[in-house]
């Protein structure tokens, strides 16, 4: 398919990167099945994939063991000056930076292909769409931005002969010698990773790393961090939140975005599955909204991807029967288990374990060590339109009206079940304070606390005491419009050691609380942290649980939330005076109420 490119400027940075990265050849990608075939017949001819007997146009990838996660100690947000980056990202200028990874670039793609990517982020006619080009030299990363953006000829048109875009440049970090042969998964080791971004710019720099948001650069790289910076300058938001569209019995709409860490099940509550009668779920986006004040002043919401990358392990027909229904064809799978008959497994699906299986390193399993067959990080890419539960407006150019953000995180203790901000200044604070427990998602320690304000301590493109200035900056534009703001955590445990709440399908009845808020219609309780529902306001109809479960789940514990002050003094401590005041005065008023 031959594809006509009228912007100079794209041919001369296409040109620059050709002459800086050296690959044996150019290849423009339009986008078609046809493309997507042959490329992956291509990665099933070189070992790279593995075709899946089982399931319909679907494959196996599985990635080189020191390249399975998301690098937050690799990534990089580059302004002239460290403090604009902020505490919480890694930094080094941008000409420090840029002449390493020059060097680096140099030659890198010999013996491979260069594929330039035209993709959007967001439906083609949104006007909150951004376009993006992605020049990678891995076949992985093409099939993957197939499904998670729209990719292609028609993004080609878009752009015309003055439209801006976004360069992303990506590459594996493994050139090839003359005749040598090329591994599975080629990368660069660790020290030589580095996922770069320059957003006075509007700059991504990826090199060394082909795994999930390393490599798919529309993803965190494009659609939060750089998206973030954009979003501050332009007045809008661009959030690691799941959209869904909630209607109750009376046919009344609710649109709730959640901000949840990575693997911290966003996936699962975007395809919800209500257990209480007649209330319905439809999912508009499971990773990242961008949002942006409409004419008639609400905040409205578009899901910028049009895939799922959603994590593998514990998905199943019992957890989230619309994600499994969604893998069933067109798929990608990477770091799971090859079963004997051709199919994929992981942990936690349904069913018995398979009696033998290939693990995601390529060796029989069960092992003698007993490790998993499935990476804790195994990933399924497939197309958002395969989802049975696809809300129909989930491509609506203007997006949805925000009417609720949830926040949460994993968290064993203290944290109840659900808590509204006694207002929006609250919630902010209380998005600022927001912790949970690491999880596999990043290459580092699993299981430790840490504070994740808003779900993007990995994501956000500038100085995070700035980020939490923007909120405070769109609620006051949003004033009465502003969506009203619940903190969740569905991971409390018991003293033994138990999960108090059954979560999933469940979750609806958390839900529903929030809209009878919202509408006047249900009882909270004051309480030192936010408003608590009562028992009774909680609908657990149909719902075996006990009291005393559900008494433990709502508790606030004045003592743990005291020991809680010294931990967030230290994280407000390092913005400095980037912190906004606001935020200080939420800080006093809790240990005020906490006295
Ligand atoms: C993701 C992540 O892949 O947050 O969505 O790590
Ligand atoms: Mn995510």
Not at 26 to 31: A, E, I, K, R, T
Not at 172 to 187: E, I, N, R
Not at 347 to 368: R, Y
Not at 572 to 592: I, Y
Request: charged letters at 25%; one cysteine or more; a neutral charge.
């Amino acid at each position: 398919m031959e594809m006509i490119v009228k912007n100079e400027k794209l041919k001369k940075w296409v040109n620059e990167i050709e002459q800086m990265c050296t690959p044996d050849k150019v290849h423009w990608c339009d986008g078609s099945k046809k493309e997507y075939n042959e490329l992956m017949a291509q990665a099933v001819k070189s070992g790279s994939a593995v075709k899946l007997k089982k399931r319909k146009n679907s494959f196996l990838f599985c990635s080189h063991p020191s390249d399975v996660a998301r690098v937050e100690n690799r990534t990089y947000i580059s302004y002239p000056s460290q403090i604009d980056a902020g505490p919480t990202n890694n930094w080094v200028a941008p000409d420090e930076l840029k002449a390493t990874m020059k060097s680096l670039y140099s030659g890198c793609m010999k013996g491979r292909t260069m594929y330039v990517i035209p993709f959007s982020m967001g439906p083609i006619d949104s006007p909150i769409a951004k376009i993006g080009i992605e020049i990678t030299d891995s076949i992985y990363v093409v099939c993957n931005m197939h499904i998670m953006t729209r990719v292609g000829k028609k993004v080609i048109k878009k752009l015309g002969k003055e439209g801006e875009f976004i360069p992303c440049l990506h590459s594996v970090g493994a050139p090839l010698a003359k005749g040598q042969k090329d591994v599975p998964w080629p990368c660069a080791p660790m020290e030589k990773k580095y996922i770069s971004h320059f957003p006075d710019e509007n700059l991504i720099w990826s090199y060394g790393s082909g795994y999930g948001g390393n490599a798919l650069l529309g993803k965190k790289c494009l659609a939060l961090r750089i998206a973030s910076a954009i979003a501050r300058r332009e007045g809008w938001m661009a959030e690691h939140m799941l959209i869904l569209r909630l209607t109750s019995p009376s046919g009344k709409q609710y649109h709730i975005t959640g901000a949840f860490p990575s693997a911290c099940g966003k996936t699962n509550l975007a395809m919800l599955q209500p257990t209480i009668d007649g209330w319905k779920c439809e999912c508009v986006g499971d990773d990242i909204a961008w949002m942006k004040i409409g004419p008639d002043g609400r905040l409205y919401a578009i899901n910028p991807e049009s895939g799922f990358f959603g994590v593998a392990p514990g998905t199943s027909y019992d957890s989230n029967p619309m994600a499994m229904e969604s893998i069933k064809e067109n798929t990608i799978f990477t770091n799971c288990a090859l079963t004997d008959d051709g199919d994929i497994w992981w942990e936690g699906m349904d069913g018995s374990p398979p009696k033998h299986a290939i693990d995601w390193k390529g060796l029989d399993w069960p092992t003698e060590r007993k490790e998993p067959a499935a990476n804790p990080n195994a990933r399924f890419t497939a197309p958002a339109s395969q989802c049975p539960v696809i809300c129909p407006d989930w491509e609506k150019p203007e997006g949805v009206p925000i009417d609720i953000f949830v926040f949460g995180g994993r968290r064993a203790g203290v944290v109840p079940l659900v808590n509204e901000a006694f207002n929006f200044d609250h919630g902010v604070f209380l998005g600022a304070t927001a912790s949970s427990e690491t999880t596999a998602a990043n290459i580092g320690a699993v299981g430790n606390l840490r504070r994740d304000p808003f779900a993007m301590q990995p994501f956000c493109g500038y100085n995070m005491g700035d980020y939490f200035q923007h909120w405070f900056d769109m609620g006051d534009r949003l004033g009465d419009k502003a969506p009203r703001i619940f903190y969740v955590n569905w991971f409390r445990k018991s003293q033994d050691g138990r999960w108090l709440w059954p979560g999933f399908g469940e979750n609806s009845r958390v839900l529903k609380w929030m809209c009878e808020r919202i509408e006047e219609k249900t009882e909270a309780v004051k309480t030192p942290i936010g408003l608590l529902p009562t028992i009774d306001s909680l609908d657990l109809k149909g719902l075996k649980i006990d009291k005393q479960d559900i008494k433990a789940l709502l508790h606030v514990d004045v003592e743990a939330w005291r020991a809680e002050i010294p931990d967030i003094e230290k994280h407000f401590a390092q913005f400095g005076d980037r912190l906004p005041e606001r935020l200080r005065k939420q800080f006093e008023a809790l240990q005020e109420r906490l006295k």
